[in-house]
């Protein structure tokens, strides 16, 4: 049965156990990134988060925590929110550990329901972002800013890029309404002009980061750090 690329509840069940990389699609082709990519995206996120090591990180879309793993030392307290129950499932079995949990949750669920918000100070979204809509992008912005009132950060990491699309879709095909369709394969694609904007009206001020030439999606995809404005 073939699932779609957004399917992060069934499809990762299709594959090994111990396919970390391919659960959550960080492919090329089907095999797993390198080492090296990963330490690429390792690095952007530690650095536009600006971990400290005494950081409580809140991460919304962690998947199975095979990317999580490499921040632990850099927060004392972290956890990974994310709906797919099996994905988890995984995190829990391989990554959890005292001061570092994983819960099966949707995003603005656990917004909602975090009884100690203000204990966070920073947040990671890691190719989630894209698969939500304006309004539920600007929803979790929006109590990402009223609630947890500790976070001074956020990163948005691996976001399409609506100005690049072109440079993805390079067959000739019409990709138009693949753009706005947050359940497409990539998701809604935003331009860092549409996404600041959006920041703004949530009270975020933003500053794209760009990964280096050489990593494998740095074509058309781009990382957007958020402070408060206010």
Known sequence: ?????????????????????????????????????????????????????????????????????YLFDGCSEFVGVDFSDYLISVAQRKFQRA?????????????????????????????????????????????????????????????PDRDRAHLFFHDGKDFTTELDDSASQIGKWRSPAQLEALAAQCGWRMRVELMPDNFYQAHYRYNAVLERAR
């Open 1 to 69: 049965m073939e699932y779609p690329k957004s399917d992060y509840k069934e499809y990762p069940k299709t594959l090994a156990p111990d396919d970390l990389w391919g659960q959550v699609r960080r492919t090329v082709y089907g095999k797993p990134v390198s080492d090296e990519q990963i330490q690429m995206i390792v690095e952007s996120i530690r650095a536009g988060l600006g971990l400290s090591g005494e950081d409580v990180l809140l991460e919304l879309g962690c998947g199975n925590g095979a990317l999580s793993q």
């Open 99 to 159: 001061g570092f949990r994983f819960v099966a949750s949707d995003a603005l669920a656990y917004l909602s329901a975090e009884d100690r918000p203000e204990r966070f100070s920073k947040a990671l979204c890691y190719a989630m972002l894209s698969y939500l809509s304006d309004e539920q992008a600007q929803a979790l912005l929006m109590s990402l800013f009223n609630r947890f009132t500790g976070i001074t950060t956020i990163f948005l990491g691996n976001l």
